[in-house]
């Protein structure tokens, strides 16, 4: 089959690397949420070889990963697996947690109920480490990032950017403390929660 392709991961992917670096240091599970086209998946896991890598995604986008995967044959990368984030998880064991680009896409409840998830099946120690486009103040932080919006909103009205102090609070009821806010390229940001 013709694998997905979203250039922003190609373009994003070595400064996502560069954050992942300083955090997942120790041999670990992580699970992807969200897994998307699979690019990030057939890619990072080879910089980061004493990890566990775990994709999952809404079952429709699974062959698209798998085809990324195969190509790559990355031996710490396991089959991607059906998940929703706003769904109940299936039953897995993971250390960490990561997703990019999803919290815009999914409705705010469905955010919500996503890291309450996590923050419940983390275990103590663990990470979630969110990348996207955030609002600061109930602000957009650039133009690209306000039209991205709207452009969101045109197509679900449900989604759209979240405000990262909102993003913060949810957390937080889930147990989970900011440890880093990274500034990333094309005025995207990587946040970094810890489990208490």
Aim: proline residues 9%; negative net charge; hydrophobic residues 45%.
């Amino acid at each position: 089959m013709d694998k997905p392709y979203a250039p922003s991961c190609d373009n994003n992917r070595g400064p996502i690397l560069a954050v992942l670096q300083q955090y997942f240091t120790a041999p670990a599970t992580v699970l992807e949420l969200g897994s998307g086209t699979g690019q990030h998946a057939a890619w990072l896991p080879a910089h980061l070889p004493h990890l566990t890598w775990q994709p999952s995604e809404l079952a429709d986008n699974l062959p698209g990963i798998r085809a990324w995967l195969n190509d790559a044959a990355l031996p710490n990368v396991a089959a991607p697996i059906p998940l929703d984030m706003a769904a109940p998880w299936p039953a897995l064991d993971f250390d960490h947690l990561f997703s990019v680009n999803t919290f815009h896409i999914l409705a705010a409840d469905e955010v919500a109920r996503a890291i309450a998830t996590g923050g419940a099946r983390l275990p103590a120690g663990g990470l979630f480490v969110v990348y996207g486009p955030f609002n600061y103040d109930g602000d957009f932080t650039s133009d690209s990032n306000a039209r991205f919006d709207g452009w969101l909103r045109a197509r679900n009205p449900a989604s759209g950017l979240r405000d990262q102090g909102w993003v913060v609070e949810q957390m937080q009821t889930a147990g989970l403390t900011l440890i880093a806010d990274h500034a990333m390229p094309a005025n995207n940001r990587t946040l970094v929660f810890r489990k208490a």
